[in-house]
Every structure is written in C-alpha cells, then in structure tokens.
C-alpha cells in the first residue's frame, strides 16, 4: 500500500516549479519523455533477449550485444537530457530522430525473435539470423552512435543549457491562461445554492481559524462561485475585512504577502525588502487591530501557500477564515477534510446560461430553443465550455449557423486560441509530472464516456511500459498511486469506489477526454482510427505515429476492408460500452492477426473472438483481453513468453474453462481474468522459479492442489468457485492448501452448488491458513452464524462481506472482536435478530445492509464506534428506524455521519 510519506514526497516534488521562456522547449522535453519510454522497452527488450534466449541468438549475439551498448548510451543521454532545457530547434530534430532510430531497432529486434521462435517451433536448429538480419541491427547502432556523436557536438556548442527539475515545466504564457474566459456576475447561473452552501460555512458562528476549500475540475466555475460570494452582501455584514489574493502556478510567498498587504496599506514600498516572517508578522498586526477577516485565495497549488496563509492569523479567536479555489482534492482535504466539490451543470441550467451569454437580457428565438439545448448539453455541465461556445454564436441569429455550431461542438471547443478549453485545461497538464502526464493521456484510448475498470486500467498501463519500477513498491502500488493523484487532481473522474475506499471505476470527462487526444496524437502516444467525412479511413502508415490504435467496433468492418499490414503496430483496441459482443467472420479475425505481426496488447473484449495459426504467432502479445465461446485456453498460449495479462470472457454454458497452456513457464504472467472457474492442471516440467502470478479472478477448487498453491506462492487476489463443502472439507488437503499464499490479501469463497445436504463448515485453523488476509468475500456458503467467530481471529481483515446468504440462520450475535475490520457487508440475508456492541466492531468504518428485509434492528451499540462514520441501507425496510437512531445519536455527539436509505421511504411507502 501506498505510505502517506510517499504521497507528501510526491507532492513536494511537484511544488518544484520554473518560468520557461520557450513554448517550444515543452514539445521537445514532452517528446522526450516518449523518446525515453520506447528506449527503455527496446533496453528491455534486449536484455531479455539476450539472459534467457541465448540459444536463439546463434551468431547474432555480438551484434545484439553491440546495439544494446549503444541503446543503453541513448538512454544515459536521454537520463541527463531531462535536467536541462534549451530554445534550439536542433534539440527537436534530434530527440525527433532519436524516436525513428529506436523504433526501427525495436522493429528489427522483434521481427528476429518472432523469427526465432519460428524457427524453434519447428526444431530447426543452425542459422537463425541471416546476414540481412545481422547487416540491419549493424546499421542500426552505427546510427545510434552517430546520434550519441551530434548529442555530444550540440551540448559542447550549446552554452544556452541551464538545469532544471525534471518535473512542472509551465507553458508561456500560463499565468494569463489561468484566469480563463470570465464569467460576469450578473450571468452566472446554476451557482445560488452553491454560493449558499459556502456563505453558510464561512458565516458560522465559531471562533477558530477555518479554511473553506472549493474543488473542481478545470473550467467547473471554482473562480465564479469564488467571486459570487466574495461580492454576496451579507458576508460584508459578518466579517470587518474580505481580501481577494490570485494565487496562480507561478506563485511566491512574498508576492502573496504583498498583495495582502496592499489592503491594508498604500505604503507598500516600505515593505518590499521585508522578508517573509516579517511581513507574516505586519499582517498579523493589522488583522488584530481590526475584526474578523476573510480573504480568499484563487488558484492555489501547492499546500505551502495555506500554510504560509494560515500563519498571518493572530490567535485572537474572531472566527477568521481562509477560502481557497484549487483542482487538487488532495491538497483541498489537506486543507479541511470536507471540502466543497463544486457540481456540474444541469442541462436546463447550462441552456440558461449559453442564452444569457449569446442574448444578454433578451430571450432564445423559438426556433432555435431546440438547437440550443442540443448544443448546451454537448457541453456536459461545464461553464466554461457554455461560455466558449456561446461566443461562436454571439451575433449569428441565422438557424444555419446554429446547425453548424451544433454539429462541430467539439471543434468550436477546442480551436487554438487563448480561449480555448484546451488552453484552460493544459495548466493542470503541464502540472503533472512527465510519468503521470503519459498514464493521463492514455486514458484517452478509451471511448468517450466509458467507465473504466481501474484494474483494467493499471494493467494496461504496466504492459504498456508506462510505470517505471521503484525500490519498495510493485508495478501495480505505483499505477494506482498515479491513478490515485489524477483523481485528486479532478483530471479523472472518480465514478465508482470499492468498499474499501479505493477507485472501482473512473472516466474522463468528455472535455478532458478531447484534450487527451489531441495531445497524445501531437506526442505519437495513441491514434484513434474513425471514419471522416469522406467516409475513409486515415492513414496508418507512420510507423512513429501510429505504434497504437484504437477503434470503435462500427468502424472494424471499413478498416478490415482494406486489409491492413501495419506491423509497426504494437497496440490494438476496440472498446464498447454495450454487452453484446460484436461479430465478425473468421476470415476478418484473420485479418487482425496477420495485420499486428509484432503487437504486444490486444483489447478486443468487444468482438467475439476466434484463435488461428497466425495469432499462435503473436509471441510478443504481452496483455490479452477477449471473448468468445472459449472451452479451453490452448496449449499454444505457453507460446507468449511476455505476456503479462489474460483476461478471458466466456460466453459458453461450460462449468469450467480449462487452461490447458503451461502458464506455470509463463514467467512473465501477473493476471489471469476469467468469468468462469478456471481448471488449472499441475506443474509439470519445472523451471526452478515461483511464478510471478498476483491474480487468479477465479478458480475450481479442485485445482487448489497443494503444488499449484506453491507454484502460485505470490497470489495477492484469489477468487474460488464451485463446490465449497468439499474444498472445505479438506479432499485432496483442499482449504488446508491456502497455507501456502504467504501474500493473499484478497480471498473470494463462492458456493455455486444450490443444494446441499450437509452445510459446510470453517475449518478451526482458517484464520491461520489465510493470516494475510484484508479483504474475505463469502456467496452462498450458508455457514452457521456461530461460525463467524473464525473469522474475528484474522489480525489482519479490514473488508468482510457476506453475500448471498453467506450465513444460513436468523440469529447473530459475535462472541469475539472483529479487531482490524473497517468494512462490513451483509447482502440477502436471513438474519432477523442481530446483537452487538463496540467491542465487537471496534474499528468499523463503513456499513452495509442489502435485501436484509427481514433484519429488525441495527444494534444501536454501534452508535458507540468512533470510526463509524457511514451506513447504508438497500431493501431493508424493517431497520431503518434503528440506523436513524444510530445517526441521532452520532450527530448529537458533533460526530461526522452519512446514513443512505435505498429507497428513500416516501418512495417505499408509495409501493405499500
């Protein structure tokens, strides 16, 4: 898990920021950072190449190791490259032409290996690399020297080379861009009963010091509301002096004071040579003479600011505050712990607002009424694009101009100009630093509106080579920490959480998802393949520009029509939000197969999916997501020596899918996703090495045998399906082979057998056998309430859900402390009568009752949990007045509670 401490690192890291004099010098640091990630997968690639493939390699061994020599000299460069800046255009053409080279030497290094495995397949041994072969690679590092040499002449001639943080370079001009198109007071809409919410908490009656964050994604009106609310009249009343300070990226504690300072004073050159603490210490003194103060701070960043801020308060108890506008949700909590999240626009609101911007005071023609609310909603609730479209149709009455508005929305949004959304959302962009800027881009592959699986996501991410390794933290602790912070930075929308608070799914918002890409087409990172007006296909024949694609299904068909051979492809998506799968011949899965000869990630969970000889050559497939009427997953699966990810949708009645691949020599496998049982045989041959396995989503419990367990020793998540009483009942040592996951964390246990004639029981040892587990889910295990004791014994369990009657019984009452457990689950449950206390649930955070209807009562005891801090109730009509009794009491206490009820009662009482 990710330490807090790295979080703060992280994010002192980022607070490194520089004026850059040069547009210019941000495209070719941005390129760079690209340049840098297909270096490193070209270095990795040959390395493999080289430990684990020398009978391959024949007599090409010297020629590899002499392009890895110098592969691994660009890299130092490109290393050394990243502390420096210079406004020459030399430096583009360089790191331009640095990005062909390495492409080209990934292409030739791939082609070999798929050739050599070819060649093993068919047990030819002898010459496997022929002089072509060997004459290219040779050319290729003299090319890659030759670019070392102009690097080495360019850096001596270049005197204009000055250091800089390798992260937050601004682009020119930001400053200004920061402020955004305005939205005048008088045209505000939507934002009175926000602007309410706020005054109220700034208004309170409390003596202390209080800071009042607004958050929002970029172009969400966090300035607006500021503004309303600054000028509202009844804040003049309560407090003696309000201040309004911009803030901006380009921020200094001095100049913050100073501007402070001037409504105070008009003397302000008698402070300029103060340094900070003295100037903190003028403020204060001025503060304290007067009443209560309020100043506002837009734009803020970084937390030194608030904390700078907060220090010019004297400690006189008037009830001061702090209202601050930021895009970072972390550093607004660091702030106060309930920020206000600023909503999105109604789209009755966002046809309001687009009218008073076009018309003033007068009224929407009627025969535009419907074209306005067409082009207001395509704005997904966002004022800024309101306001920016709004000037595309400021002075153009005429119906035709509002069809053309209407149809090209997405191009009157994102022009290039100073009032462009995209000008407003580069700043957060170009806040990131270049690692997180990559993963963000890349979220663009994704269909507009699409939630994401953040699982989905993070293995892409790492198969894509996009997470650089960190000493203490796995590939996937990174990923979800990048996640974590784009979230936080409203760059991505936070849709659905898991029980244990971490992301579920997320998307991008349509606005941010424009910009994604079009800034990852500028970059080489994804291309998007759709029909244009013409009804054609774009081109795919830039091996630098198009290394990835991604597709809707509606335009597979016109793309296969032609055939495609575009080996320089190394990912291919085809995403749709709709569960139908969508069918193609076999003849056009041929097609894909022969069309991607060197892809290493194929996203086709959309289509319906066929295996052929051609894609048993994929041998660089390193991620595979697909669907179709599997039965087995083929031998020849053991082929894909890289692969990473397998995700696996069946649409079969089958019980199981059997893997018939040797994924236990599959060394490289980190992920296997299926949504039936997987039937997993034992290790056979054995290499001498644990495989690197973290996730098996689900398995029959007879393949739990104690040699696959030992294999599969690094399993983090494993999910069980099938007959429980047997596994439970130790048969083939069953439940007792779960010993050997010293890393579980996450234990599903599904009982897919409708009747049983005998109820399973816990064996008395399980909490030992899973004593690293956080997260346990039970389906349909019908264990005996007096069972779930055992299940208090586990230190370490944080999330417990039982579902589907997990516990057959009507009677629970715990004799034993669930000590570490945050999240308790209970879905469709007998349960009528359940007692319990504090002592029990000490450290309860988070409950949730679902379809418990016959449920009488939520012990009111759990009142008494200090971290209780919400409950949900779904179908649980029976308890409600108990969980209100438990809010009661939590809110007389001053504590922090959220009870839901599902449905809400009226509506409830109307179905009666």
């Known amino acids: 898990m990710i330490t807090l401490t790295c979080i703060i690192q992280c994010h002192h890291k980022v607070d490194l920021v520089l004026n850059v004099k040069s547009s210019l010098l941000d495209s070719v640091l941005a390129v760079s950072s690209m340049a840098d990630t297909v270096v490193n997968f070209l270095v990795e690639n040959l390395l493999q190449l080289l430990s684990e493939n020398v009978k391959l390699i024949g007599g090409a061994k010297g020629e590899l190791q002499n392009?890895?020599?110098?592969?691994?000299?660009?890299?130092?460069?490109?290393?050394?490259?990243?502390?420096?800046?210079?406004?020459?255009?030399?430096?583009?053409?360089?790191?331009?032409?640095?990005?062909?080279?390495?492409?080209?030497?990934?292409?030739?290094?791939?082609?070999?290996?798929?050739?050599?495995?070819?060649?093993?397949?068919?047990?030819?041994?002898?010459?496997?690399?022929?002089?072509?072969?060997?004459?290219?690679?040779?050319?290729?590092?003299?090319?890659?020297?030759?670019?070392?040499?102009?690097?080495?002449?360019?850096?001596?001639?270049?005197?204009?080379?000055?250091?800089?943080?390798?992260?937050?370079?601004?682009?020119?001009?930001?400053?200004?861009?920061?402020?955004?198109?305005?939205?005048?007071?008088?045209?505000?809409?939507?934002?009175?009963?926000?602007?309410?919410?706020?005054?109220?908490?700034?208004?309170?009656?409390?003596?202390?010091?209080?800071?009042?964050?607004?958050v929002g994604m970029p172009g969400l009106g966090k300035t607006t509301l500021a503004r309303k609310i600054y000028n509202d009249p009844e804040l003049s009343y309560k407090f003696f002096s309000i201040l309004w300070i911009y803030v901006g990226q380009s921020y200094k504690i001095k100049d913050v004071f100073l501007n402070i300072l001037k409504?105070?004073?008009?003397?302000?050159?008698?402070?300029?040579?103060?340094?900070?603490?003295?100037?903190?210490?003028?403020?204060?003194?001025?503060?304290?003479?007067?009443?209560?103060?309020?100043?506002?701070?837009?734009?803020?960043w970084v937390a030194e600011v608030i904390d700078h801020v907060r220090k010019v308060f004297p400690e006189n108890q008037k009830g001061h505050r702090i209202m601050m506008t930021?895009?970072?949700?972390?550093?607004?909590?660091?702030?106060?712990?309930?920020?206000?999240?600023?909503?999105?626009?109604?789209?009755?609101?966002?046809?309001?607002?687009?009218?008073?911007?076009?018309?003033?005071?007068?009224?929407?023609?009627?025969?535009?009424?419907?074209?306005g609310g067409s082009i207001a909603e395509k704005c997904y609730g966002v004022p800024l694009a309101v306001v920016v479209i709004a000037g595309a149709l400021r002075g153009r009455p005429e119906k035709n101009d509002w069809v053309r508005v209407d149809k090209n929305v997405v191009q009157h949004l994102?022009?290039?100009?100073?009032?462009?959304?995209?000008?407003?959302?580069?700043?957060?962009?170009?806040?990131?630093?270049?690692?997180?800027?990559?993963?963000?881009?890349?979220?663009?592959?994704?269909?507009?509106?699409?939630?994401?699986?953040?699982?989905?996501?993070?293995?892409?991410?790492?198969?894509?080579?996009?997470?650089?390794?960190?000493?203490?933290?796995?590939?996937?602790?990174?990923?979800?920490?990048?996640?974590?912070?784009?979230?936080?930075?409203?760059?991505?929308?936070?849709?659905?959480?898991?029980?244990?608070?971490q992301i579920k799914t997320c998307r991008l918002h349509d606005m941010l998802h424009q910009f994604c890409k079009k800034e990852a087409s500028n970059k080489w990172l994804f291309q998007e393949v759709c029909l244009t007006p013409d009804q054609a296909i774009p081109s795919m024949q830039d091996p630098n520009k198009c290394r990835r694609l991604c597709i809707q299904p509606s335009n597979l068909n016109d793309l296969l029509s032609k055939k495609p051979s575009v080996?320089?492809?190394?990912?291919?998506?085809?995403?749709?939000?709709?569960?139908?799968?969508?069918?193609?011949?076999?003849?056009?899965?041929?097609?894909?197969?022969?069309?991607?000869?060197?892809?290493?990630?194929?996203?086709?969970?959309?289509l319906k999916f066929l295996f052929s000889k051609d894609f048993n050559q994929l041998f660089h497939l390193r991620y595979i997501a697909i669907s179709g009427d599997f039965m087995a997953i083929p031998l020849t699966f053991g082929k894909f020596w890289n692969l990473q990810t397998l995700i696996i949708n069946t649409s079969t009645s089958a019980p199981t899918l059997d893997v018939k691949a040797d994924i236990w020599n599959m060394l490289q496998l980190r992920h296997l996703h299926t949504d039936i049982p997987a039937k997993l045989h034992p290790p056979t041959a054995t290499t001498g090495k644990a495989s690197c396995l973290q996730t098996l989503s689900m398995v029959a419990p007879e393949s739990c045998e104690k040699d696959v367990l030992a294999k599969a020793c690094h399993l983090r998540k494993l999910?069980?399906?099938?007959?429980?009483?047997?596994?439970?009942?130790?048969?083939?040592?069953?439940?007792?082979?779960?010993?050997?996951?010293?890393?579980?964390?996450?234990?599903?246990?599904?009982?897919?057998?409708?009747?049983?004639?005998?109820?399973?029981?816990?064996?008395?040892?399980?909490?030992?056998?899973?004593?690293?587990?956080?997260?346990?889910?039970?389906?349909?295990?019908?264990?005996?309430?007096?069972?779930?004791?055992?299940?208090?014994?586990?230190?370490?369990?944080?999330?417990?859900?039982?579902?589907?009657?997990a516990f057959a019984g009507v009677s629970w009452k715990p004799k034993i402390g669930f000590s570490a457990l945050q999240v308790l689950w209970i879905e469709r449950s007998e349960?009528?009568?359940?007692?319990?206390?504090?002592?029990?649930?000490?450290?309860?955070?988070?409950?949730?009752?679902?379809?418990?209807?016959?449920?009488?009562?939520?012990?009111?005891?759990?009142?008494?949990?200090?971290?209780?801090?919400?409950?949900?109730?779904?179908?649980?009509?029976?308890?409600?007045?108990?969980?209100?009794?438990?809010?009661?009491?939590?809110?007389?206490?001053?504590?922090?509670?959220?009870?839901s009820i599902f449905p809400p009662e009226n509506e409830s009482k109307a179905a009666q």
Request: net charge neutral; aromatic share 8%.
């Open 414 to 501: 994102y022009k290039d100009n100073e009032q462009s959304c995209l000008k407003f959302v580069e700043m957060s962009y170009d806040h990131l630093p270049q690692e997180v800027q990559t993963c963000f881009l890349y979220c663009g592959v994704f269909p507009r509106g699409f939630d994401i699986p953040s699982w989905k996501l993070i293995r892409l991410w790492i198969a894509e080579g996009l997470i650089k390794p960190q000493e203490s933290y796995t590939l996937e602790e990174i990923a979800e920490f990048y996640l974590n912070d784009l979230v936080n930075r409203n760059l991505v929308i936070l849709m659905k959480k898991r029980s244990d608070g």
């Open 263 to 300: 409504f105070f004073t008009k003397r302000i050159g008698d402070y300029q040579d103060e340094d900070v603490d003295a100037l903190a210490k003028v403020i204060s003194g001025f503060i304290k003479k007067g009443g209560r103060c309020l100043i506002v701070l837009d734009d803020v």
């Open 67 to 214: 392009l890895l020599k110098e592969v691994q000299h660009l890299k130092a460069f490109l290393d050394d490259a990243a502390k420096y800046h210079s406004d020459s255009e030399q430096w583009k053409v360089l790191v331009d032409e640095i990005q062909k080279t390495v492409h080209r030497s990934e292409d030739a290094i791939d082609k070999f290996l798929v050739q050599a495995k070819v060649h093993q397949d068919k047990s030819k041994v002898g010459k496997l690399f022929d002089l072509g072969h060997l004459a290219t690679v040779r050319n290729l590092a003299a090319e890659i020297k030759g670019i070392h040499e102009q690097v080495k002449e360019l850096r001596n001639n270049n005197q204009a080379l000055q250091a800089r943080p390798i992260l937050q370079l601004p682009k020119k001009g930001a400053h200004e861009v920061a402020q955004g198109p305005s939205l005048e007071d008088d045209e505000v809409v939507g934002f009175d009963e926000e602007a309410n919410k706020v005054i109220s908490r700034l208004a309170k009656e409390s003596e202390d010091l209080d800071t009042i964050p607004v």
């Open 831 to 899: 349960l009528e009568s359940w007692e319990a206390s504090d002592l029990n649930f000490p450290m309860l955070r988070h409950l949730v009752l679902i379809s418990c209807d016959k449920l009488d009562a939520v012990p009111l005891e759990l009142a008494n949990i200090p971290n209780l801090q919400e409950m949900r109730l779904e179908n649980t009509r029976k308890a409600v007045q108990s969980t209100k009794d438990i809010l009661e009491s939590k809110t007389s206490k001053s504590k922090k509670f959220k009870l």
């Open 326 to 371: 930021t895009r970072n949700r972390l550093l607004a909590t660091y702030a106060n712990p309930e920020p206000h999240d600023l909503k999105f626009l109604t789209p009755p609101e966002s046809f309001e607002l687009l009218v008073k911007r076009v018309f003033g005071k007068g009224s929407c023609p009627d025969e535009l009424v419907q074209l």
């Open 567 to 606: 080996e320089h492809v190394r990912s291919f998506y085809c995403f749709s939000s709709k569960e139908k799968l969508f069918a193609l011949s076999p003849n056009d899965i041929k097609i894909i197969h022969k069309a991607f000869p060197l892809i290493r990630v194929l996203d086709v969970e959309s």
């Open 719 to 805: 999910g069980i399906r099938g007959q429980m009483a047997a596994f439970l009942g130790a048969y083939k040592g069953g439940v007792n082979n779960l010993e050997e996951l010293k890393c579980l964390e996450h234990l599903k246990l599904l009982n897919d057998v409708l009747y049983m004639n005998k109820a399973p029981h816990l064996p008395q040892t399980f909490s030992k056998l899973v004593r690293t587990v956080k997260k346990l889910t039970l389906t349909n295990t019908r264990f005996a309430w007096s069972e779930a004791d055992k299940l208090g014994k586990l230190e370490s369990l944080e999330v417990l859900k039982f579902k589907e009657n």
